[in-house]
């Protein structure tokens, strides 16, 4: 059995207009574009950070999606109020050629972060969340994760400080207690710039997790991974991985796996 996964950061719909991650930069409302770009990968599953929701259940925004990519399952988690655009709230959303049997949602609670950005913004961290899809291909069932974890250097914190050790074992503890009938895939905004995730997340990689695909970069106009998806080798063999663009201050991530 071969599968397609792909992993995209949008923005909330919006198009980044800046050269370098990190600037708050931002242009109008493109998720056609984002569609397009993304039909081009054919997934069977699409995984997806920063999507719009109107309350913590509906999304017009993912619906508008699974409809146009003829991807009909679908789960969507907010998280917090979102920073792109005023009454939405920004969460994950997983979407599936295949039936979702389950999902299971989670929190991440924030530690009491602040800063005042270099436009004059005042920015609070906001929660995040880790949302799993049971989803049954050919009598198998994928346990398909979608998360999003904290920007710290949004916030010129480290992730690595002792002070968030707490938010980080508590997500690595919920990530690797899916049923253990279902095969893990992981895939996310990991957040962890300045650090290899194998150094941000060491428990995930002593669980047996790894990268389908390591590259120089996930965002724009900078040198950092922040982007990935994660498999065992026990459970896939990766028959191809690779990146695309799109019109995020993100780019999209692949992957082939066939089950072993």
Excluded: C
């Amino acid at each position: 059995m071969n599968i397609k996964v792909v992993f995209a950061n949008i923005l909330g719909g919006r198009e980044f207009l800046g050269s370098v991650y990190g600037e708050i930069n931002f242009g109008g409302d493109v998720i056609d574009k984002y569609i397009s770009d993304i039909a081009l990968q054919e997934p069977d599953f699409l995984s997806l950070a920063e999507v719009h929701l109107e309350d913590e259940t509906h999304s017009e925004m993912v619906a508008y999606i699974a409809d146009k990519l003829g991807l009909p399952f679908y789960d969507v988690m907010g998280s917090d109020k979102s920073h792109l655009a005023d009454g939405k709230i920004l969460g994950n959303a997983i979407l599936s050629k295949y039936p979702i049997t389950t999902n299971d949602h989670f929190i991440v609670e924030a530690p009491k972060i602040e800063v005042d950005r270099p436009n004059g913004d005042h920015w609070v961290l906001h929660n995040k969340l880790a949302q799993t899809s049971y989803i049954t291909v050919q009598e198998k069932v994928i346990a398909l994760t979608s998360l999003h974890y904290f920007p710290f250097h949004h916030f010129n914190r480290k992730m690595n400080d002792p002070e968030f050790e707490s938010q980080r074992k508590n997500l690595v503890e919920h990530l690797v207690s899916v049923d253990s009938s279902a095969i893990p895939i992981i895939t996310g905004d990991f957040n962890n710039k300045g650090f290899k995730l194998s150094e941000a997340f060491l428990e995930l990689f002593e669980e047996g997790f790894s990268e389908t695909l390591e590259v120089s970069t996930t965002i724009v106009g900078d040198s950092q991974q922040l982007d990935h998806i994660l498999y065992r080798k026990t459970d896939f063999t990766v028959t191809k991985a690779g990146t695309f663009s799109i019109p995020s201050d993100h780019i999209g991530l692949f992957a082939n796996l066939s089950v072993n």
